[in-house]
């Protein structure tokens, strides 16, 4: 069917990359707090919907929900503020497993709360973006992905400047490096963690609005979104920023052909047992130099 | 040792006299024996052994499904059966369901712990968080996967073969009840034996230290894979008897169920303590009361409360029921105190 059909690859890919760059920077967001914190975030999709919900809400109230790329960050980085106060900080320092437990723990509080407040129905925030024809109409792109693809690049590339030149981006850089020499150097860490968490979340609040948009949002899809941003950065590694892009629009363009192919009720299923494959395969590749996945 | 033995009697005549004593509770308990056996042999692999998966879910399910299949497709063409529903155009005999159900729980044991041999060579070379990862996926990935199967009921679901007529209203509770427990006993057996045995000590020094265990000369993979077959054969033969129970089985509420039963198992064990004979027990017992507390008064506000439960219990008490008890009486755990060490110790702290 691939190969009959040339445009549905083109639609395919196409798709696939502007879905890919939304998981690359839910997967940046990943990266940042494993990197720094040493933590695994299960809610981490969990954040995303959260966000996408805000979107939804200024959709509702009138407002266009494009806005919702300013306002979802702002709020979420309190959340995510608020979530490191309460739970997070407690396992910083332990075991990965712990932090793993705890936050499956508060994945699974969001998601109810998230359908008491918000209803079990699958939502999404019309933008009447419109669309685009590309090959004589025989490929149609929505304007929404192009928007949110485009609004992703432009955060990604803040959140890079941001790192590089201001004060709290190098104290994020130094406690990840090394937490005990930044402290020494008069770096107070908790706050970089706080700040750190936060900028997840408002990475995740961005996502979730541009989902909102182009997608749809339901309280019980966000572990799909940890799976493949936790895929995106094992595949990718802490810290590439170029790996990850490439790896998220590998991704994409994976799941668009998994659901045309195989339709769409093993889409879901595809992309975690993708994840078990990535997983499998390193393994056995270190376990040739007999080291194991660290 | 006698203390033992009595108490193992008197929880032996606890068992078989309680479905009369509480005829109220009888799914309610055979529903935690099967928890019990969830927690029990997730602890093998998660306390003893250190490789705390999320993924047993993948053995209970599949034990769930094929147990329900085996049971129909012996008698009866299972396509049809699946397509037609709640409606049933065929009826079980009684001799044909027990038949069906004792060969089903045999294929719904062995088929799990096959499984769990082929694969566990590749997912049991994985460490820590990466392996609590993957198996997650792995149980999630089934689900789905499942769920898209036509032959086993697909989206809508699949009825397992209802209790036969015997003539007595009481009997489907008792032989499930009775099912369940046995099933308990003969789990706490096994388990108790192999942790009086070198295998055990085995699983803990992978546990402590799997380089150093593999340096010793212990072929550290085979006995990982060993641990983990044990872990489905008893978690697939709970989901066989949990799917007779429930009655109904869907691929994502029900069978692999990561959200819920996947979680639970973990839980219950971290609860009572990992890697202790007697913690997935009590954790297993504490975690079944406070939730069917939670399921009856806070009805609705259930997974929140699981939620902020599941959180506090990870944060601010991660060495379980045991772990405390052993804390406040080193004695009775055999263990000789030292007093002015244990002081200096928890100075440190």
Redesign the interface.
């Known amino acids: 069917m691939v190969f009959q059909y040339p445009m549905i690859s083109v639609q395919a890919c196409l798709d696939g990359i502007l879905l890919g760059i939304l998981f690359a920077l839910i997967a940046y967001g990943m990266a940042l707090q494993w990197g720094v914190m040493n933590i695994?975030n299960i809610a981490q999709g969990d954040l995303v919907i959260l966000g996408g919900y805000i979107a939804y809400f200024m959709y509702l109230y009138g407002i266009h929900p494009a806005w919702g790329v300013i306002v979802a960050p702002v709020i979420m980085y309190f959340v995510g503020i608020a979530i490191y106060k309460l739970?997070i900080n407690?396992?910083v320092d332990?075991d990965?497993?712990?932090s793993?437990?705890?936050t499956?723990?508060?994945?699974?509080?969001?998601?109810?709360?998230m359908n008491?407040a918000f209803g079990a129905d699958v939502v999404l925030a019309n933008s009447d973006y419109g669309t685009t024809m590309l090959f004589n109409n025989n490929v149609v792109l929505p304007n929404s992905k192009i928007f949110s693809a485009f609004i992703s690049i432009l955060f990604a590339i803040c959140l890079v400047i941001y790192m590089k030149k201001s004060k709290l981006g190098r104290a994020i850089r130094a406690t990840a490096q090394n937490a005990r020499a930044a402290k020494i150097l008069g770096v107070d860490t908790e706050k970089v963690y706080a700040a750190t968490f936060g900028i997840n979340a408002a990475l995740c609040g961005v996502a979730g609005a541009l989902i909102s948009i182009t997608f749809t949002i339901h309280p019980y899809m966000g572990?799909p979104y940890t799976?493949r941003s936790?895929m995106i950065v094992?595949v990718a590694g802490l810290g590439n920023l170029p790996g990850v892009a490439m790896s998220g629009m590998g991704l994409g363009v994976f799941e668009e052909f998994a659901d045309y192919i195989l339709?769409t009720?093993?889409r879901?299923?595809?992309v975690?047992?993708l994840?078990?494959l990535i997983?499998?395969y390193r393994?056995?590749k270190l376990?040739r130099k007999r080291e194991?996945?660290? | 040792m006698k203390n033992n033995s009595i108490l193992y009697i008197g929880i032996l005549i606890f068992g078989i006299a309680a479905p009369f004593v509480f005829p109220a509770f009888k799914v309610q308990l055979s529903i935690l024996c099967v928890l019990i056996v969830l927690a029990t042999t997730w602890n093998i692999q998660g306390g003893e052994m250190g490789y705390?998966s999320f993924g047993n879910i993948l053995f209970y399910g599949l034990g769930m499904y094929l147990c329900a299949s085996v049971q129909v497709g012996m008698f009866f063409p299972l396509a049809e059966w699946t397509e037609s529903g709640g409606e049933k155009t065929f009826v079980h005999t009684p001799a044909q369901f027990f038949q069906g159900m004792a060969v089903g729980l045999l294929v719904a044991a062995l088929v799990p712990t096959i499984v769990a041999g082929l694969i566990g060579y590749?997912?049991l070379?994985?460490?820590?968080?990466?392996f609590?990862?993957?198996t997650?996926?792995?149980g999630?990935?089934a689900?789905?996967?499942s769920?898209?199967i036509e032959i086993i009921g697909?989206?809508q679901g699949f009825t397992t073969p209802p209790f036969p007529d015997v003539g007595s209203l009481d009997a489907r509770g008792e032989f499930f009840y009775f099912l369940s427990f046995f099933t308990l006993v003969l789990t706490f057996i096994a388990v108790r034996s192999i942790y009086s045995t070198r295998f055990k000590l085995i699983l803990n020094a992978i546990r402590d230290n799997e380089d150093k265990a593999e340096a010793m000369g212990i072929e550290t993979m085979k006995y990982k894979i060993i641990g983990w077959m044990i872990s489905a054969f008893f978690c697939g033969l709970a989901g066989g008897i949990m799917g007779g129970l429930v009655g109904y089985i869907d691929s994502t509420d029900v069978a692999f169920d990561g959200?819920e039963m996947g979680?639970f198992m973990?839980?219950m064990a971290?609860l009572g303590g990992k890697g202790t004979l007697w913690g997935p027990i009590i954790g297993a017992t504490v975690f079944h009361i406070f939730k069917e507390g939670f399921w009856t008064f806070f009805l609705?506000?259930q997974?929140?409360a699981?939620?902020?439960?599941?959180?506090v219990i990870?944060?601010y008490f991660?060495e379980g029921i045991m772990g405390w008890l052993r804390e406040k009486y080193p004695e009775r755990f055999g263990e000789v105190v030292d007093e002015k060490d244990r002081k200096a110790q928890v100075e440190l702290k």
């Open positions: 695994i739970v407690k396992v332990r990965l497993f712990i793993i437990l705890a499956f723990g508060i994945s699974i509080l969001f998601m109810q709360l008491f572990l799976i936790f094992i339709g009720e093993f879901i299923g595809s975690f047992l994840l078990v997983l499998i393994r056995f376990s194991y996945l660290k | 705390n590749s997912i070379g994985l460490r820590g968080h990466y609590a990862i993957c997650l996926g792995l999630v990935a689900g789905e996967i769920g898209g697909a989206g959200r979680v973990v839980l971290i609705g506000w997974y929140v699981l939620g902020v439960l599941i959180v990870v944060i991660p």
